[in-house]
């Protein structure tokens, strides 16, 4: 039931992006969706069949068998109810912060976060967009921080789904008035934010890490108000992989044991 409910809002909000995207789109999409988004969805789907053979509804099993067994520091210093629902949904938030960081900083994690960049163009799917490794090595660490803070279950599953939500949103190649976007940045991470990330300028995919709550960023030094470029003609991707007939989808499940390739 727990993956039943996720996976629903999760396409729901799919849904409602890829429509705002068709009728306010931010940035004109090149190349074509008809190209890109086979890829992408693809591996969405792989990787939704391989969670679901291996460890899919860990997370939330591994919070349940904490509060039983008593696990955790929320266990241990007795935190119970919405204050514990509250640390485990900012625990978990800025941990994923860290693993991002981390993903960047640390050459093995980067050969598989790096599928996730080399789109070319930026949009709703491209928050799909990853390796099946990194999926599998990203539900491990939040098993190991969930067990660590002893995460009320009910957290898990709400910061599951507002984690994909987030990320759905502000991979939207939709175009938010500058105004409303500035203000929203101080509690939540925009598109036109997150974007900034996915620029092929190295000093800019370094910075703006954040997926849900934007003040991380900013607490931790990582942020970036504006790209170079306008934010409509800025590029997107890595710089070593610009053609699209490289990107197919048996080239990025490859392209971690490939070797790397540099500016």
């Not at 980067?110 to 490794?133: K, S, Y």
Request: net charge neutral.
């Amino acid at each position: 039931m727990e993956t039943v409910i996720r996976l629903s809002i999760a396409l729901g909000i799919f849904l409602i992006m890829i429509g705002w995207e068709a009728l306010r789109p931010r940035r004109k999409q090149s190349p074509d969706r008809k190209q890109r988004w086979p890829i992408n969805i693809g591996l969405a789907l792989f990787n939704m069949l391989l969670m679901r053979l291996t460890v899919g509804g860990a997370a939330y099993l591994s919070a349940v068998y904490a509060q039983e067994q008593s696990w955790g520091l929320l266990n241990i210093f007795d935190i119970q109810g919405w204050p514990a629902v509250a640390v485990t949904l900012i625990a978990l938030d800025f941990a994923i912060y860290g693993q991002h960081v981390l993903s960047h900083k640390w050459l093995l994690l980067w050969r598989l976060h790096q599928i996730h960049h080399t789109d070319i163009a930026f949009d709703a799917t491209t928050a799909v967009r990853f390796h099946p490794l990194e999926i599998v090595f990203s539900m491990l660490y939040k098993i190991a921080w969930i067990l660590l803070l002893g995460a009320d279950p009910l957290a898990v599953i709400a910061f599951e789904i507002i984690l994909n939500g987030a990320a759905t949103f502000n991979h939207g190649n939709v175009d938010i008035p500058e105004r409303v976007d500035k203000m929203l940045r101080w509690l939540i991470v925009t598109p036109d934010m997150h974007r900034i990330h996915h620029s092929t300028i190295q000093v800019e995919t370094d910075s703006n890490y954040g997926f849900s709550i934007s003040c991380w960023d900013r607490l931790c030094g990582t942020y970036r108000a504006e790209p170079k470029q306008a934010q409509t003609e800025m590029p997107i991707g890595l710089a070593p992989f610009r053609n699209p007939e490289e990107l197919g989808l048996a080239n990025l499940l490859r392209l971690p044991f490939s070797a790397l390739r540099r500016e």
